[in-house]
């Protein structure tokens, strides 16, 4: 059973362009929230999708998007790029039951650099 | 903003010895979880504690929380070299149905062969 699956795993970019990163849920997992994760810091949640509808969203501009396909993988775009940008870009699934687990998996992350 | 600050920042210990971090937090919360950050990769899951329980182990970890306190800590005993990591707390708020995790910047243990 394979977890949850991020590409590419680096990538290099230069100020102004734009970026789409991908993620595959883990299997039988419907929910995925994407985190941003600076050197040294902890992960902040850039946003959170569900039924291919944006559900939550964390402090971040406009210039941050996403979408999520009917087979639950997400896309996470950036345009405009900035030099802060260049973070670690986590993307995590987890299972909606209505219930209360809010057990996350995580993927390897996709390291994003902006030159 | 991050709703978690660990502390220490960083830990170094000999292998064996017990290392203890520790997580405080603002505002009411459903759970509390531990994860594990080995160089820069992706989170691993240690832990779920929930907000009406008080203590669970998990193999060498120990985790304890006190909401009056708005605190928690995690304990790993007999400590690896493989233990090395960054650890983080994450919340999930009480209100709404938010599923979000808030981190902490993390606390870097180091553990000594």
């Known amino acids: ?115 | 903003s991050q709703q978690g600050e660990e502390d220490p920042q960083a830990l170094s210990i000999q292998e064996g010895e017990n290392a203890t971090m520790n997580c405080s937090y603002k505002t009411s919360i459903n759970n509390l979880q531990w994860y594990r950050q080995n160089s820069g990769r992706g989170l691993v899951h240690l832990i779920l504690i929930r907000s009406n329980e008080r203590e669970k182990h998990s193999g060498r970890l120990r985790v304890t929380l006190d909401t009056s306190k708005k605190s928690s800590s995690l304990l790993i005993t007999a400590s690896r070299a493989a233990d090395t990591a960054s650890y983080f707390c994450a919340t999930v708020l009480s209100s709404g149905s938010a599923r979000q995790l808030t981190f902490g910047s993390g606390t870097q243990l180091t553990v000594l062969p």
Do not use: M
């Not at chain 1, 100020?15 to 992960?43: E, F, I, M, N």
């Not at chain 1, 291919?52 to 999520?68: A, L, M």
């Not at chain 1, 896309?75 to 993307?91: F, H, K, P, R, T």
């Open chain 1, 1 to 115: 059973d394979a977890g949850v699956t991020q590409s590419p795993t680096h990538l290099i970019k230069t100020r102004g362009q734009q970026v789409t990163l991908r993620c595959s849920p883990k299997s039988g997992h419907d929910t995925v929230s994407w985190y941003q994760q600076a050197l040294g810091q902890g992960p902040q949640f850039i946003f959170q999708y569900y039924e291919e509808e944006e559900r939550q969203r964390g402090n971040f501009p406009d210039r941050f998007s996403g979408h999520q396909f009917p087979n639950y993988s997400s896309e996470l775009n950036v345009n405009a790029l900035l030099l802060g940008d260049s973070a670690l870009y986590l993307c995590a699934s987890s299972f909606r039951d209505g219930g209360h687990t809010y057990e996350q998996y995580f993927g390897p992350g996709t390291r994003l650099t902006v030159t």
